[in-house]
Structures are given as structure tokens and as C-alpha cells.
């Protein structure tokens, strides 16, 4: 575990919007920051943690395909924040979602994982944020 600092959740009905924010600022100071890969995972009880969406250190993204379409990862590096806005949630949406990062990741060690696979190649997390989506 890290210090990263998610916030957003909350408990919408289907068809709703979120937007998870997560506070990576404690790592701006440090000399890797630049070269820092984001993502958001989520998990639900008997499962396990899946990547939604990634963004490397100069703006590449990707997806689960679960999630495409529907869901946008972006990244303030000013700010130090790393965001998913989620639209047209479905209760398969449901979970814990985490924010993670990793120095020196590259976007096709993610792709050749799998975005959906590729929470083993991030080192630091947060505790995550639930969000719940009702029919």
C-alpha cells in the first residue's frame, strides 16, 4: 500500500455519472514523478481486483473493455490528481475502486498484460473509494 487518496464514491442509480478523484501529490516532489503510469481498479468481495482504465506519465490511456465508452481517465500534473469519469453506470459497476501508480511503466508492458490484468505491475496504492450502483 501507498499513500494515494481517493474520493468521489458514492451510491447512484443505474445511468448515472461519477467522478473519482485521487491525490497522488505526495509524489510530485519526487525525481520518478514524470515518469509515473495511473490507473484505476476495482474490486468486489469473491473477485479479484480488475483495471478499469490506465494513463501513462504523457497521456496515453487505456481501457478495459468493459469499460470503454462509458468511463475517462485523465490526469492533473499540476494539481497532482488522477481522475475517472464514470457515465451510464450499470450495477456491474459496483466495488471498491483504488487508484494506483508506478514509476517507469510503460503502456505496452500494461497491453500486453491486459489493462484488466495489469494491477501486478503497480506498486503503490490508495485504500480505495466504494462506489454502488442500484438497478
Known amino acids: 500500500q501507498g499513500n494515494l487518496v481517493e474520493s468521489g464514491g458514492d451510491s447512484v442509480a443505474s445511468g448515472q455519472s461519477l467522478r473519482l478523484s485521487c491525490d497522488v501529490s505526495?509524489?510530485?516532489?519526487?525525481?520518478?514523478?514524470?515518469?509515473?503510469?495511473m490507473g484505476w481498479f476495482r474490486q468486489t468481495p469473491g473477485k479479484e481486483r480488475e483495471g478499469v482504465a490506465v494513463?501513462?506519465?504523457?497521456?496515453?490511456?487505456d481501457y478495459a473493455a468493459f469499460v470503454r465508452g462509458r468511463f475517462t481517465i485523465s490526469h492533473d500534473r499540476f494539481r497532482g490528481t488522477v481522475n475517472l469519469q464514470m457515465n451510464n453506470l450499470i450495477p456491474d459497476d459496483t466495488g471498491t475502486y483504488s487508484c494506483?501508480?508506478?514509476?517507469?511503466?510503460?503502456?505496452?508492458?500494461?497491453?500486453?498484460?491486459?489493462?484488466?490484468?495489469?494491477?501486478?505491475?503497480?506498486?503503490?496504492w490508495g485504500q480505495g473509494t466504494q462506489v454502488t450502483v442500484s438497478s
Open positions: 494506483a501508480i508506478q514509476p517507469k511503466l510503460r503502456l505496452t508492458t500494461i497491453q500486453a498484460l491486459g489493462v484488466a490484468k495489469s494491477s501486478k505491475v503497480f506498486g503503490i
Open positions: 505526495l509524489y510530485m516532489g519526487t525525481p520518478a514523478f514524470n515518469t509515473y503510469s
Open positions: 494513463i501513462t506519465s504523457v497521456g496515453f490511456a
